[in-house]
């Protein structure tokens, strides 16, 4: 592998750096330095910092460049936001009784429309996200089930989605990269088509809604 190469493989591989690079933030002479290691591992052979610099000067604007703005655009015409407090998370091991009781669930949700009820099958675990109200009923209910995970004190942001977000890609990336440059762990992420639910912890919701509010607003003054 060139040193050419071996360079735009490791950016192309970490995102935060590509951006970073793109829009001017990061000095190629430190970068190099803290890179030089890994290309010269790529490339088999001793590299010098020189080199590395250069071969970052020499990139040229990627898929990712490409994108980027149709990207912001997007955002700019993000929807409605909704942040509901109070939110429990729960983890079962799969079993068909755990699937099967999810309809007395439903039916018990829909004379409580207030309340938020979530419900992800995985292969061989299910993740129930529901507002605290519902705990005593969902330990009772599911008492019988082999509880994996329990967390409390969590909070829901909702994000209405406009309607073209399945024909873009990268959209997720630019509002998780918004929470992980702030060190926001999001716990779980619902989806459906036209909405997408990050859950956090409470104590992080404030400053999660005004961070991807900032993101949607700056781009709308770009």
Not at 5 to 31: C, K, M, Q, W
Not at 188 to 201: D, F, G, M, N, Y
Request: charged share 20%.
């Amino acid at each position: 592998m060139t040193i050419a190469e071996a360079v735009r493989h490791y950016v192309e591989t970490h995102p935060f750096i590509e951006e970073g690079l793109s829009d001017g933030i990061i000095n190629y002479a430190g970068l190099a330095r803290n890179i030089q290691p890994a290309i010269q591992t790529q490339c088999a052979q001793t590299v010098r910092e020189g080199a590395i610099i250069m071969a970052l000067k020499r990139l040229s604007p990627s898929y990712y460049y490409q994108v980027s703005a149709g990207i912001k655009k997007f955002l700019s015409r993000l929807g409605q936001f909704t942040v509901r407090y109070d939110i429990v998370d729960y983890t079962y091991q799969n079993s068909t009784s755990l699937i099967g009781q999810q309809e007395n669930v439903f039916r018990h949700i829909a004379k409580h429309p207030e309340l938020f009820y979530s419900f992800s099958q995985g292969l061989s675990e299910s993740t129930i996200v529901a507002s605290k109200h519902l705990h005593p009923y969902i330990l009772d209910l599911f008492a019988d089930e082999q509880m994996l995970a329990h967390k409390k004190d969590l909070a829901a942001l909702t994000i209405m989605l406009p309607k073209d977000n399945t024909e873009i890609s990268g959209i997720y990336y630019f509002i998780f990269k918004e929470l992980a440059w702030q060190d926001i762990n999001i716990v779980e992420v619902i989806s459906t088509t036209h909405e997408i639910t990050l859950v956090v912890a409470e104590s992080d919701v404030e400053e999660s809604f005004r961070l991807v509010r900032r993101l949607k607003s700056t781009q709308t003054k770009k």
